[in-house]
């Protein structure tokens, strides 16, 4: 029996999700030195773009 592999490249770019009921997008940052983190926050460009449309 022999198998056949099949590879592509495929180039992904992530993003939040945009749909009206998707849940908040989270952010939070850690310090590379000591390893502090801040709280994690919503993302409050959802709001404004909400009041905008």
């Known amino acids: 029996m022999s198998s056949r592999a099949v590879v592509r ?3 992904w770019t992530p993003e939040p ?3 009206p009921d998707a849940e908040p997008t989270t952010y939070a940052v850690q310090c590379a ?3 502090e983190r801040s709280p994690p926050s919503e993302d409050s460009r ?3 773009r909400a009041r905008d449309e």
């Open 9 to 11: 490249r495929e180039t």
């Open 17 to 19: 999700d945009r749909e």
């Open 33 to 35: 030195v000591d390893g």
């Open 46 to 48: 959802r709001d404004r």
